[in-house]
């Protein structure tokens, strides 16, 4: 049997799909499981056990009073990056939980945002073989400027599913 979890077996599955059906096919899948990240549209650029990257587009419905992404949103795209990254790993008898969601925001943000997360082979490792714990997920935003509008801290923690 395979050590991949739920969700690294779908992401796996549609891996064998065309190139050009397997972003619409994962973007579907994780705005119909996350409601919060269909409903804001986030997009999954990159998906593995090492790293995600996901976008959320300047649209008028996440827009705050200014014309840039709300707070929320970005708040949002950080911990989407993070937890999936981390929800790769997880065992399927453990549940992926945010602990602490830190956000401080940097300037105004230009445009569209990209969020970046990884772990380390370290941090994969505890989260295989641990019973539970928690991992401070490295993530970064940036804006269309390149510039980081936020800077984040992420914790996770993963726990046995209730029986």
Aim: hydrophobic share 40%.
């Amino acid at each position: 049997m395979s050590s991949d979890n739920r969700l690294a077996r779908l992401v796996k599955k549609i891996q064998g799909y065309p190139a050009f059906l397997r972003k619409p096919l994962l973007n579907f899948a994780l705005r119909k499981t996350v409601k919060l990240v269909g409903t804001a549209k986030v997009e999954v650029l990159e998906l593995n056990k090492q790293r995600s990257e996901f976008r959320l587009k300047n649209r008028k419905k996440v827009q705050n009073h200014i014309g840039t992404i709300h707070a929320a949103g970005m708040a949002l795209i950080a911990e989407t990056a993070t937890g999936m990254v981390v929800g790769m790993n997880v065992p399927d008898d453990k549940v992926p939980v945010i602990k602490t969601l830190k956000v401080d925001f940097l300037k105004r943000a230009k445009g569209d945002l990209v969020a970046k997360a990884h772990l380390t082979e370290g941090q994969i490792k505890d989260i295989l073989t641990l019973e539970k714990g928690e991992v401070e997920v490295a993530v970064t935003v940036t804006d269309s400027e390149g510039k980081e509008p936020i800077g984040c801290g992420m914790l996770w923690a993963w726990t046995p599913k209730r029986r």
